[in-house]
């Protein structure tokens, strides 16, 4: 298969000992009520082998609503796949699975979700600072608060459950470029993913809408750590892409995200990016 013949949203490629696995939420319906995740695999980005499902929501009981943003970290030896679940209390929350391989089969492993029980949340990702601590980076969605934040909690070591209160990092509305709406209009916030670059800032990528448009967006650290007061800088992608994420192959640093965002068109794409230091910026063809 091509990149174009799979429709998934909100791509996530580990590369690992020398081929690259590809997961998404399953683009039906919007990812809900879909029964779990995929994964495809390939040796060079070119061909893509048919979908391998991965995990199973229906069978462990977490096919309530929505199956979204899957995203494999490999930690300590595992592969841990953090998702979005639709929780009993029929808010959405961020759950950790694990499994000895990057195709699975995943089981659960947190103590249900890691993000606040109370908080409508999506679109996990994990960090791990300078010293090994590990995190997670969230969006509070703005279904529930209106202004969507991107917001971080501590993991313990096992990646078990939160073991801090939840940080907010900044809100939709605060970029300099973020549209400015009447009072009680939503700001959208989601697809967070860190980045450190060669000279040692640490980036936030993450999606909203900006004139109608789902666009790619890019925050910096003041001080290179998740504690840090997070600069917004200008928008990497403005034509409908988002919801992406940073991997390297080999010597290359690449960026994979979905465009169109338009339900069943969904296609992931890969972009070469420069790593300028302190920031990052799409190669030109």
Not at 69 to 87: L, R
Not at 123 to 138: E, Q
Not at 231 to 251: A, E, Q, R, Y
């Amino acid at each position: 298969m091509k990149l174009s013949d799979i429709n998934i949203r909100d791509p996530f490629i580990l590369y690992d000992n020398s081929k690259y696995y590809l997961y998404g939420t399953r683009a039906k319906d919007f990812g809900k009520n879909v029964a779990g995740f995929d994964v495809y695999i390939s040796d060079d980005m070119e061909e893509w082998s048919e979908a391998k499902e991965c995990f199973n929501s229906a069978e462990n009981g977490l096919n309530r609503e929505v199956n979204w943003a899957p995203e494999v970290h490999k930690y300590n030896g595992s592969y841990y796949m953090f998702a979005t679940f639709t929780k009993e209390n029929g808010l959405r929350g961020v759950y950790i699975l694990k499994s000895d391989s990057p195709d699975g089969e995943f089981i659960l492993h947190s103590d249900g979700a890691v993000t606040p029980d109370e908080w409508e949340c999506l679109d996990g990702t994990l960090y791990t600072d300078k010293k090994g601590d590990a995190y997670l980076v969230f969006c509070h969605e703005h279904t529930q608060i209106i202004d969507g934040t991107v917001c971080y909690v501590k993991l313990s070591a096992d990646l078990k459950n939160a073991v801090s209160e939840p940080v907010e990092l900044f809100a939709g509305s605060s970029p300099y470029w973020a549209d400015k709406k009447p009072a009680g209009e939503h700001y959208i916030t989601d697809g967070p993913f860190m980045y450190r670059t060669k000279d040692n800032h640490l980036l936030l990528i993450w999606s909203t809408f900006v004139n109608h448009q789902y666009c790619q967006c890019v925050a910096r650290s003041d001080n290179g750590e998740i504690g840090g007061v997070f600069v917004h800088l200008p928008l990497l992608i403005t034509d409908d892409g988002g919801h992406g994420m940073i991997f390297k192959s080999n010597d290359n640093l690449l960026l994979t995200f979905h465009t169109p965002n338009q339900t069943g068109e969904e296609r992931p794409i890969i972009k070469n990016l420069n790593d300028i230091g302190d920031n990052i910026e799409l190669q030109e063809n």
